[in-house]
Nanobody, 124 residues
Framework: QVQLVESGGGLVQAGGSLKLSCSASGRAFTTYTIGWFRQAPGRERDFVAAINWSGGNTYYADSVKGRFTISRDNAKNTVYLQMNSLKSEDTAVYYC?????????????????WGQGTQVTVSS
């Protein structure tokens, strides 16, 4: 069992930056793949980025490649999402999630634990 708590959301102007954090409880966190997802009003939840247990493999949705960077600090049980060059279409609730597979074949799916989400609003 792992509990996830997101933080770092807020209101930012287009072109600005935010850094989200996903803090977790439980020693097993260091063996999990962690993903970030987002859901805008009236839309389905979409995959944003993921990082495997060691941080050696990272994955991104095409819409955020080159602008977002996912990283992790296992000593702090925390995963980060650095978001740069933000656009109005990045506005959404951002969720982090844990996949108990340390390096899944497709990191967009099969997440077992979810946080409550943090709101990111980008004004144009």
């Amino acid at each position: 069992q792992v509990q996830l708590v997101e933080s770092g959301g807020g209101l930012v102007q287009a072109g600005g930056s935010l850094k989200l954090s996903c803090s977790a409880s439980g020693r097993a966190f260091t063996t999990y793949t962690i993903g970030w997802f987002r859901q805008a009003p009236g839309r389905e939840r979409d995959f944003v980025a993921a990082i495997n247990w060691s941080g050696g493999n990272t994955y991104y949705a095409d819409s955020v490649k080159g602008r977002f960077t996912i990283s992790r600090d296992n000593a702090k049980n925390t995963v980060y999402l650095q978001m740069n060059s933000l656009k109005s279409e990045d506005t959404a609730v951002y969720y982090c999630a844990a996949n108990t597979d340390y390096d899944p074949p497709d990191p967009r799916y099969d997440y077992d634990y979810w946080g409550q989400g943090t709101q990111v609003t980008v004004s144009s």
